[in-house]
T-cell receptor
Framework: GAVVSQHPSWVICKSGTSVKIECRSL??????MFWYRQFPKQSLMLMATSNEGSKATYEQGVEKDKFLINHASLTLSTLTVTSAHPEDSSFYICSAKRPTNSPLHFGNGTRLTVT | DQQVKQNSPSLSVQEGRISILNCDYT??????FLWYKKYPAEGPTFLIS?????DKNEDGRFTVFLNKSAKHLSLHIVPSQPGDSAVYFCAASANAGNMLTFGGGTRLMVKP
């Protein structure tokens, strides 16, 4: 079964509004979660590393004021796309890793469309 | 600079035959490699992984081969099934599987 849950699976919003995406680890505590973005027919690009109890680490070129990440608990990380624009339309995917030696598990992604 | 490359954007294979998906990397610090399968509008699903201390790992119909000297890995699926049709991403990590760098993906189509 799924070990990482992401919500919503899709969202349409108007330009200028903000959208929050939730990522939950279902049966384990994740001190670190990762947020990826995928453009059509392209690879998954790491946006940021979400650290429980501390600030997220953003990859080069990712605007931290635009993509707000909050890792408030050991099972929940949120990504808020602030003042969304059409170019922010994309597929956003979160991932988390069990504390044991296991691979990274991904959520089912969120398709964001900004009109 | 693409550190992980999948040079074939697509591959078409007949059902029952072998599918071979290739991946090349440039970062010699990578020590852990994974293959993920992805359907449209879904997150990637882990398939199989290999540590740099090994050169082969097998799990059912899936086998991953690693050639460290060539910085090349491949995923073999045999026999291929129509349900294997998806996009396959190889990924690499320099710290045992945390932050992953993905290749561009290869779309596999298995024809019945």
């Amino acid at each position: 079964g799924a070990v990482v849950s992401q919500h919503p699976s899709w969202v349409i919003c108007k330009s200028g509004t903000s959208v929050k995406i939730e990522c939950r680890s279902l049966d384990f505590q994740a001190t670190t979660m990762f947020w990826y973005r995928q453009f059509p027919k392209q690879s998954l690009m790491l946006m940021a590393t979400s650290n429980e109890g501390s600030k997220a680490t953003y990859e080069q070129g990712v605007e931290k004021d635009k993509f707000l990440i909050n890792h408030a608990s050991l099972t929940l990380s949120t990504l808020t796309v602030t003042s969304a624009h059409p170019e922010d339309s994309s597929f956003y995917i979160c991932s988390a890793k069990r504390p044991t030696n296991s691979p990274l598990h991904f959520g089912n992604g969120t398709r964001l469309t900004v009109t | 600079d693409q550190q992980v490359k999948q040079n074939s954007p697509s591959l078409s294979v007949q059902e029952g035959r072998i599918s071979i998906l290739n991946c090349d990397y440039t970062n010699s610090m990578f020590d852990y490699f994974l293959w993920y399968k992805k359907y449209p509008a879904e997150g990637p699903t882990f398939l199989i992984s290999i540590s740099s201390i090994k050169d082969k790992n097998e799990d059912g119909r899936f086998t991953v081969f690693l050639n460290k000297s060539a910085k090349h890995l491949s995923l073999h699926i045999v026999p291929s099934q129509p349900g294997d049709s998806a996009v396959y991403f190889c990924a690499a990590s320099a710290n045992a599987g945390n932050m992953l760098t993905f290749g561009g993906g290869t779309r596999l189509m298995v024809k019945p």
